[in-house]
């Protein structure tokens, strides 16, 4: 899949027709090729699209809750393999960050877009290490991650410890995305992975400039898919969720929507607390909108408490905060609404909003996408 929208600039405003007459002959994705470690760590360069996407929870000491989102994409553009020119934008790599802070209300995120080479940005083959700038996310052989970003209203400077084995999704990584075999994508996910540094918030809630960094823990999710597939033809975007479940287990589940709103393909894969894991078909995927917000920056209306009910999960997710809207169409494109949620135990709950005698099952992440318009891949 999944996720996150690549739209270009038009070619010819880069570098006129004649470097884009032969588009580059993507790779397919294949069933029956397993992900191979720590190989697949990397970039797979060859492939159209690419993104290593980490969300999570974190925890100050003062015990307040916040959620944040690292994401690194990237992009291998239609060019002519023959051009020589060594400025010409073989990949394409883009950054969307954010902070979700009830104290502020809204989503504080901001976003980063280069060519690669020069040493503006790069992302490497062996291993997990991308980087814009001094905007990285880069992975050590013993497993930890390290995240360094300096946004326009935080900083993040810490560690992902994985506590878990790699959530390797669909058909040993083969991630089907619709009803045609090409319609497909590499993926695997890492749930549980253990937050540790600190976060430097630029204002406090009150608007006074803050330059002192505080100590945060907490829980995230990482992503990393790769494919040369765009969107099928017949969908407009997709609802996802990476769920950490408080007994230990991991549940991820995604549902890709037609024009009319309706389940056009959906997957995903269950992890119990003992470690047994499953893929889920597509009729044992639903997501149920039970309450909607509407943006109050872009119009868009987003499903932001919904019920999932994915193998043997159901849970009704509720958001940390309604207003999780990200814009990034100075970067990627999209307009898309990336939140914080706790899931509770389904049967608890008639609706979202009635939360106080309601089970907690895990934390996590949902995104929505395609409601503001449809996407392209």
Do not use: C
């Not at 002192?212 to 609802?239: I, R």
């Amino acid at each position: 899949m999944k996720r996150r929208a690549f739209l270009l600039l038009p070619p010819a405003l880069l570098f006129g027709r004649g470097a884009w007459a032969r588009a580059p002959d993507y790779p397919p994705v294949r069933s029956g090729e397993p992900l191979a470690f720590p190989r697949d760590y990397g970039a797979h360069s060859g492939y159209r699209t690419e993104w290593w996407y980490a969300t999570g929870w974190l925890q100050t000491d003062t015990g307040a809750s916040l959620g944040f989102q690292v994401t690194f994409f990237r992009s291998r553009p239609p060019l002519d393999d023959a051009n020589p020119s060594r400025f010409a934008p073989a990949q394409l790599l883009f950054a969307n960050v954010a902070l979700s802070d009830p104290g502020v209300g809204r989503l504080q995120h901001d976003q980063r877009a280069a060519r690669s080479g020069f040493g503006l940005a790069d992302a490497s083959e062996a291993d997990t290490n991308v980087h814009i700038g001094e905007w990285s996310l880069r992975r050590e052989a013993d497993g930890r991650y390290h995240v360094s970003v300096a946004a326009a209203d935080f900083k993040f400077l810490f560690t992902m410890q994985p506590t878990h084995l790699v959530l390797v999704n669909g058909a040993s990584g083969y991630s089907r995305k619709g009803p045609l075999p090409d319609e497909a994508s590499y993926y695997y996910s890492e749930p549980w992975l253990h937050v540790d540094g600190t976060l430097t918030r630029r204002r406090r809630p009150d608007g006074i400039p803050n330059h002192d960094p505080e100590h945060v823990n907490g829980t995230a999710w990482l992503d990393h898919e790769w494919s040369s597939a765009p969107l099928a033809e017949g969908a407009v975007g997709w609802d996802w969720i990476g769920i950490n479940l408080d007994d230990g287990g991991a549940v991820m589940a995604f549902q890709i929507r037609d024009k009319a709103g309706h389940k056009f393909w959906a997957g995903g894969t269950l992890r119990n607390a003992d470690g047994n894991t499953r893929a889920l078909a597509p009729d044992s995927v639903s997501f149920t909108p039970l309450r909607w917000w509407r943006s109050p920056h872009t119009g868009a209306r987003y499903p932001v408490a919904m019920r999932v009910d994915a193998g043997d999960a159901h849970l009704v997710l509720a958001p940390l905060m309604d207003d999780q809207e990200l814009d990034s169409r100075a970067s990627t494109g999209a307009v898309y609404w990336e939140g914080a949620v706790v899931a509770l135990k389904a049967s608890d709950v008639n609706t979202a909003n009635a939360t106080g005698a309601a089970t907690r099952l895990g934390r996590g992440y949902l995104e929505l996408t395609g409601y503001f318009q449809r996407l392209d891949l």
